[in-house]
């Protein structure tokens, strides 16, 4: 009796360690910039010429052991995804709807003649209320810490201009931070630069906290991973469930050569600078792969899930990259900044030990504010309150069945900004909607829709609104009630001093 | 039997649970250059000028609920003082015997014509081997953090220059960094000039990672606090013990009014510069009271052991504070990188609630370095191994019993550098010995000694020497075996290109 008594009470014990132990380890590993194509990993139904010139060994592997997502989506520029993802919320509920400045009060429209800028939280994102220009809102990293999570930022914030409350990651949930703030891009990725903390020439840009590196030839990336891991070892070692938001600057611009992995691009023929753009797809893959090593040797592999993904299209702007311009994303069309695919079609892997089937792609289209009830889900975190409405829908069920398929969701893209001087395909001033197949982009500048089938037209080269007036006008009809729903801030014309009316309404 | 048993085993339960409760929350207040009598607690036997000059009510509050210490010790500048704290190590022995430059391979020694630099680690401090010009050594904290405390930093590093692994306090055993680096003031204490962070004019001083206070009227103080506070709620809410070292920039130079204290000492008849300096201290002790109502409102009040301790003496070179330089400190002779009292003594207290005898103080001596094992005692860790011997020793018994005298216990000072430009009393090429109430002072430059009797003669005014001369031969004698014990550095003779001889050696 004695016996049985202690024995139920030890298999308490146990049972209780084992369900303790069973709340998964989260990674999201989000690079900024990255192109659908910027990969040896093909999102594609086919390898393509990018596909080719990048080496990116750690994607492949975990695209390998997990699942590909061929239509992730993320909004065209980094703020507005990295708000959505922290808080589920569309870009047309948080109105973060260009990136945010490092200096507060400041937003970043450039100018036009046609248009003054919409009335758009250009503060960012606030985890407190009262804060002009900002969005009050729950983060799921605060979920996730109140749920008992070790979390964790490292590299990139960018959530919220300096000045507020929202540009310190520990304000939004993370227990530890390494050199998150409101700067969008480094100064410098070298460590012999300081990565940009020279006495009398540091900008907005310095990346703050990695002085251990100051004057070596530490590259940021590895900079970044070496802190993360660090930090790690705390949770690690006393096996509390952690989320790590690894979140790196590559491969943001300045495209500066990563000396590791340089002659190796030259070798193959590409120029400097796309040689240089490798380089810094190389190190952020690196850093991949020594965090799966780092899985591995603490074997804690098979109870950790990691989270792959891009926050905007790959930049392909004038002036940045070789060659001709806006064709750095094919088969997708333009780039960053823009709302049709090369803007914001991203690259992203999940793995789920357990769960995803390995070596499997998903098809099944979703967007980034998704990612906040997934990982809540994912977290074992079921009743949770938040201040805003969360837009985003778990894709637990798709990673569990993979030939889920849902052709009804709406999702709705919304930059009524001049994010850049010159006008590109796409960029300043446009909205989009997808539904199935079917995705419908307008203009803002010009009041017009074009109408493709994604499916059929992945380059959204053939506009069908002319051949489809029916569909063209049912999702046009779609995005303005959408977009008048959440009463979305609009481009204000000059002429008038009104803004502008939302399409089709 | 059963109920025996499940009793017994519920007892056990609740037993491990109070034990791990019962150890106590560790916080070391330290501040940056504040002199003996730069607060209204008087920590010599009368009250002084300097004393009423300056409102110190939390101190104060401190004082009454712990013991003060009249004869507590650090060495005259920052590095030595916060690496022999760190590692339990006299400065003899570390061989940081200057201030660290916050750029590696810099030797911060003023140019001479009759010395060389000596052979001293400038580059601080190292956690890992092999890096040139550092001390390798274990720090309490990193032993703490192995015990299951939750260790943080909160405010100025210090410990090693940038561009080494010591400049950053996540590898000295922090779980949790707030700016701590390789700089060693601030450049400046507003929000509004965003601590330094201003493009183009940015410094080695400026203060990472504040950058939610930008242009804000946040006091550099008060964002230490709000911020260590911050990192405190991780610990606080799952119960772990916790140690912070709270150590602030202030009251080192620059002398930046805090608007919020500054028009009371205008008042009060201060120039301004000297009001200045006035509110510095009184941000600093508003930390510490809003500290210590923390505590109180989180109700771990009672088991939270507060040190509170300078780095060094009071700035008192020509420049820096008004009126005659170098009787800032008075009745002490001399401040800031002096061997005599002023640049040494500190105003420490100490409150162990259940330990310490209320309101009393503590005559014996002691020193920086038995922080170390001091701290390390209360926290109940006894067997650790250290890289370094350790020459700090546990002033714990003072706590449990503040007659506790020990008048043959030997200190030493030494400081073969050029610290500044201009010699000053005690300033440059100095070592100094204590033992019961004699204390030898010993210039390098002329090879000569001063005698003292600190008991009768605080100030250091009368030279005993010539009256004393078999105690004088006596602790040079001792001085110098301590110091080639140790191989301590010494000045290279700028003709000869040789360390000066140990003296009486």
Same mark, same amino acid.
């Given at each position: 009796?004695?016996?049985?008594?202690?024995?139920?009470?030890?298999?308490?014990?146990?049972?209780?360690?084992?369900?303790?132990?069973?709340?998964?380890?989260?990674?999201?590993?989000? $690079?900024?910039?990255?192109?659908?194509?910027?990969?040896?990993?093909?999102?594609?139904?086919?390898?393509?010429?990018?596909?080719?010139?990048?080496?990116? !060994?750690?994607?492949?592997?975990?695209?390998?052991?997990?699942?590909?997502?061929?239509?992730?989506?993320?909004?065209?520029?980094?703020?507005?995804?990295?708000?959505?993802?922290?808080?589920?919320?569309?870009?047309?509920?948080?109105?973060?709807?260009?990136?945010?400045?490092?200096?507060?009060?400041?937003?970043?429209?450039?100018?036009?003649?046609?248009?003054?800028?919409?009335?758009?939280?250009?503060?960012?994102?606030?985890?407190?209320?009262?804060?002009?220009?900002?969005?009050?809102?729950?983060?799921?990293?605060?979920?996730?810490?109140?749920?008992?999570?070790?979390?964790?930022?490292?590299?990139?914030?960018?959530? =919220?201009?300096?000045?507020?409350?929202?540009?310190?990651?520990?304000?939004? *949930?993370?227990?530890?931070?390494?050199?998150?703030?409101?700067? *969008?891009? !480094?100064?410098?990725?070298?460590?012999?630069?300081?990565?940009?903390?020279?006495?009398?020439?540091?900008?907005?840009?310095?990346?703050?906290?990695?002085?251990?590196?100051?004057?070596?030839?530490?590259?940021?990336?590895?900079?970044?991973?070496?802190?993360?891991?660090?930090?790690?070892?705390?949770?690690?070692?006393?096996?509390?469930?952690?989320?790590?938001?690894?979140?790196?600057?590559?491969?943001? @611009?300045?495209?500066?050569?990563?000396?590791?992995?340089?002659?190796?691009?030259?070798?193959?023929?590409?120029?400097?600078?796309?040689?240089?753009?490798?380089?810094? $797809?190389?190190?952020? @893959?690196?850093?991949?792969?020594?965090?799966?090593?780092?899985?591995?040797?603490?074997?804690?592999?098979?109870?950790?899930?990691?989270?792959?993904?891009?926050?905007?299209?790959?930049? #392909?702007?004038?002036?940045?990259?070789?060659?001709? #311009?806006?064709?750095?994303?094919?088969?997708?069309?333009?780039?960053?900044?823009?709302?049709?695919?090369?803007?914001?079609?991203?690259?992203?892997?999940?793995?789920?030990?357990?769960?995803?089937?390995?070596?499997?792609?998903?098809?099944?289209?979703?967007?980034?504010?998704?990612?906040?009830?997934?990982?809540?889900?994912?977290?074992? $975190?079921?009743?949770?309150?938040?201040?805003?409405?969360?837009?985003?829908?778990?894709?637990?069920?798709?990673?569990?069945?993979?030939?889920?398929?849902?052709?009804?969701?709406?999702?709705?893209?919304?930059?009524?900004?001049?994010?850049?001087?010159?006008?590109?395909?796409?960029?300043?001033?446009?909205?989009?909607?997808?539904?199935?197949?079917?995705?419908? $982009?307008?203009?803002?500048?010009?009041?017009?829709?074009?109408?493709?089938?994604?499916?059929?037209?992945?380059?959204?080269?053939?506009?069908?609104?002319?051949?489809?007036?029916?569909?063209?006008?049912?999702?046009?009809?779609?995005?303005?009630?959408?977009?008048?729903?959440?009463?979305?801030?609009?481009?204000?014309? =000059?002429?008038?001093?009104?803004?502008? !009316?939302?399409?089709?309404?």
């Amino acid at each position: 009796m004695i016996k049985n008594i202690l024995l139920l009470m030890l298999l308490a014990v146990s049972a209780a360690g084992k369900a303790q132990q069973k709340r998964p380890n989260i990674i999201l590993f989000l $690079v900024d910039d990255l192109g659908w194509q910027d990969t040896s990993v093909p999102f594609w139904e086919e390898t393509t010429p990018q596909n080719r010139k990048f080496h990116t !060994p750690a994607m492949e592997r975990l695209a390998k052991e997990g699942v590909k997502f061929t239509n992730a989506y993320a909004t065209p520029v980094c703020t507005p995804t990295r708000v959505s993802l922290l808080t589920g919320m569309n870009v047309t509920a948080h109105y973060i709807t260009n990136w945010t400045s490092p200096l507060k009060d400041n937003p970043t429209d450039a100018a036009d003649k046609q248009f003054l800028p919409p009335h758009w939280n250009y503060n960012g994102l606030s985890p407190v209320a009262g804060v002009p220009h900002t969005v009050h809102a729950t983060t799921f990293p605060q979920l996730l810490k109140e749920a008992g999570y070790y979390t964790i930022h490292a590299g990139k914030g960018h959530w =919220a201009s300096n000045g507020t409350p929202g540009s310190n990651p520990l304000n939004l *949930g993370f227990l530890i931070n390494i050199t998150g703030n409101g700067a *969008g891009s !480094p100064q410098s990725y070298l460590g012999s630069d300081n990565y940009g903390n020279l006495p009398g020439k540091a900008r907005w840009q310095a990346v703050p906290g990695l002085n251990e590196y100051y004057g070596s030839d530490t590259f940021l990336t590895e900079a970044l991973t070496l802190e993360a891991l660090k930090a790690l070892e705390e949770p690690v070692s006393r096996k509390q469930p952690f989320f790590l938001n690894m979140s790196h600057y590559a491969v943001h @611009d300045p495209f500066m050569p990563d000396k590791r992995f340089f002659q190796k691009y030259l070798d193959k023929g590409l120029d400097s600078l796309e040689a240089a753009y490798a380089t810094l $797809v190389e190190g952020m @893959d690196k850093s991949l792969g020594d965090i799966m090593q780092f899985l591995k040797a603490k074997k804690i592999e098979h109870n950790t899930i990691i989270l792959f993904m891009s926050d905007n299209g790959g930049l #392909s702007n004038p002036g940045y990259r070789s060659g001709t #311009s806006y064709i750095q994303n094919a088969p997708l069309r333009s780039g960053k900044g823009s709302v049709y695919e090369g803007g914001i079609r991203e690259p992203m892997i999940v793995k789920w030990p357990g769960i995803t089937k390995a070596g499997a792609a998903v098809k099944q289209y979703i967007i980034v504010e998704d990612f906040f009830p997934t990982i809540l889900e994912m977290a074992g $975190v079921k009743k949770y309150k938040t201040l805003q409405h969360v837009d985003g829908r778990s894709f637990v069920p798709v990673l569990k069945n993979i030939s889920f398929t849902d052709n009804q969701r709406v999702l709705v893209w919304h930059s009524p900004n001049k994010w850049v001087q010159e006008d590109g395909p796409g960029i300043n001033y446009f909205s989009a909607i997808r539904q199935g197949d079917w995705k419908l $982009v307008y203009s803002m500048r010009s009041g017009t829709a074009q109408l493709f089938n994604i499916k059929n037209d992945i380059g959204e080269n053939t506009d069908l609104s002319a051949a489809n007036p029916q569909k063209t006008k049912e999702l046009l009809n779609l995005l303005g009630m959408r977009l008048k729903n959440k009463k979305a801030p609009m481009p204000v014309d =000059a002429a008038t001093g009104m803004p502008l !009316p939302y399409p089709a309404q």
